[in-house]
């Protein structure tokens, strides 16, 4: 059974940093992708990043691209996005999410099948 347990969401003021966490319980994760989403109130989720767990190229939706970092720490299980120069509309609740990945390009734009609880991100003006 796959577990999903984000971590590190909380206030912050436009202009600064914070790091959300995601422990992966349940199974190896050798063959997965992973990656973050996020939904604003009223708004439809929507991709954030994603990297392949063996390892490979990581992908940014275009709103975060030089600004947010993806990363996973295998030893311990564990999905990371360092977020720097937050704005406002960076204001959400943050996923993330699991897919089996082997044989399948383009994970950025898979149908995710394991999603966490998520974990609240709120940037101040």
């Known amino acids: 059974q796959v577990q999903l347990v984000e971590s590190g969401g909380g206030l912050v003021q436009a202009g600064g940093s914070l790091r959300v966490s995601c422990a992966a319980s349940?199974?190896?994760?050798?063959?997965?992708?992973v990656g973050w989403f996020r939904q604003a109130p009223g708004k439809e989720r929507d991709f954030v990043a994603c990297?392949?767990?063996?390892?490979?190229?990581?992908y940014y939706a275009a709103s975060v691209k030089g600004r947010f970092t993806i990363s996973r720490d295998n030893a311990k299980n564990t999905l990371y996005l360092q977020m720097n120069s937050l704005k406002p509309e960076d204001t959400a609740v943050y996923y993330c999410?699991?897919?089996?990945?082997?044989?399948?390009?383009?994970?950025?734009?898979?149908?995710?099948?394991?999603w966490g609880q998520g974990t609240q991100v709120t940037v101040s003006s």
């Open positions: 349940g199974r190896s994760f050798s063959g997965y992708a």
């Open positions: 999410a699991a897919v089996w990945a082997v044989g399948r390009a383009n994970i950025q734009s898979l149908q995710y099948d394991y």
């Open positions: 990297i392949r767990w063996s390892g490979g190229g990581t």
